[in-house]
């Protein structure tokens, strides 16, 4: 007799900053809202791509209308919020694309933002945290923290390691978030050394830690700590390490790219699931390459993709 039990499910928790986006639509002088940020559109496509796999959001919002409205975007992308933290007296950051010649550039407004205070009840993140199987985070996830709330976090995820979950990072190099190269450098070494899984990009890696070539970024991340490294790498191949199981995989090539934004975000999110799913590494990249490859030939960081070309 068929089993009535609901198969069950693997629990992803993503910790991070999401962001209002105004993005210029079509008349000029005029911009679309939208909401967009590194492990937020890592955790829109493991809801959109795999629901099999339930997939939280743990950030900082306020109580205003455009906090809710980021919750209702949480709601309807199929992202549990049930831990995201309300700070009262703060809101949502905010950045707003400019289009001069088809070069897109960005303005920030997220000094102050809510998601900055993440970390500040550490009883409500060890909560969000203990329902997680795997917890993601990323570079900027630590780069909006400041030092003692960054510590609060990276204690929560090595005792979470420690306990059995799985944890994974993607240090995401961005130097305007951080007041120097080295605090930058080190900090994102403090959390590859709490992970289980590094997701470098290598052009970022080779440009902040020096690094010759993906090989030499594996065997840093590696040096750290981490057992499963994937070395991202534009339309050159992936490098990954599991173990002792090494390889390169080859990318897809593309017969246009329109926007990379969020390549490496969508990418990740299959890397996840593909955890999730007991999916061989090597698999999962190839997947992971398809996906992004359909991610850089739309628009924007949430790209509506067709499931049916990530697993022919
Ligand atoms: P990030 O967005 O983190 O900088 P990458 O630029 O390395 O990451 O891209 C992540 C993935 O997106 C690549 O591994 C590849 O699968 C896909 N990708 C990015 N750029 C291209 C490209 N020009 N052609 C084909 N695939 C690409």
């Not at 950045?95 to 933002?113: D, K, M, T, V």
């Not at 090989?215 to 490294?229: E, P």
């Not at 191949?237 to 490496?264: I, K």
Request: glycine residues 8%.
């Amino acid at each position: 007799m068929p089993s009535s039990e609901p198969s069950p499910t693997f629990r992803i928790l993503a910790i991070g900053e999401c962001m209002a986006e105004l993005a210029p639509a079509e008349a000029p002088g005029e911009y679309r809202l939208g909401f967009a940020g590194d492990t937020f559109n890592t955790a829109w496509y493991i809801a959109r791509l795999w629901p099999e796999t339930s997939v939280s959001y743990f950030t900082a919002i306020g109580t205003d209308a455009i906090s809710q409205q980021m919750r209702d975007v949480f709601s309807a992308s199929g992202i549990d919020h049930g831990h995201v933290r309300v700070v009262p007296d703060r809101t949502v950051g905010l950045y707003l694309i400019s289009l001069a010649n088809g070069e897109r550039s960005f303005s920030y407004w997220r000094g102050q933002s809510a998601a900055r205070q993440l970390a500040a009840d550490p009883d409500a993140l060890a909560k969000a945290i203990g329902d997680a199987e795997l917890v993601y985070f990323s570079g900027i996830t630590l780069a909006i923290l400041d030092p003692a709330s960054r510590k609060t976090l990276l204690t929560a995820l090595g005792t979470a390691r420690a306990m059995g979950k799985v944890i994974a990072f993607d240090p995401n190099l961005r130097p305007r978030l951080w007041s120097d190269q080295t605090e930058m450098t080190d900090a994102v070494m403090q959390g590859a050394a709490v992970s289980d899984i590094a997701l470098p990009s290598f052009e970022d890696e080779a440009s902040w830690f020096g690094d010759a070539d993906p090989v030499a970024t594996a065997d840093r991340y590696r040096s750290a700590g981490v057992t499963t490294v994937v070395v991202k790498n534009g339309a050159e191949p992936v490098h990954y390490r599991q173990g002792a199981a090494r390889g390169f995989v080859p990318v897809p090539a593309l017969p246009s790219v329109v926007d990379t934004t969020a390549a490496g975000d969508s990418f990740n999110a299959a890397i996840l699931a593909g955890i999730g799913g007991n999916t061989p590494l090597p698999e999962s990249i190839a997947r992971a390459c398809r996906l992004a490859g359909q991610v850089v030939q739309g628009r924007g960081a949430l790209v509506p993709v067709d499931p049916a070309r990530i697993d022919p």
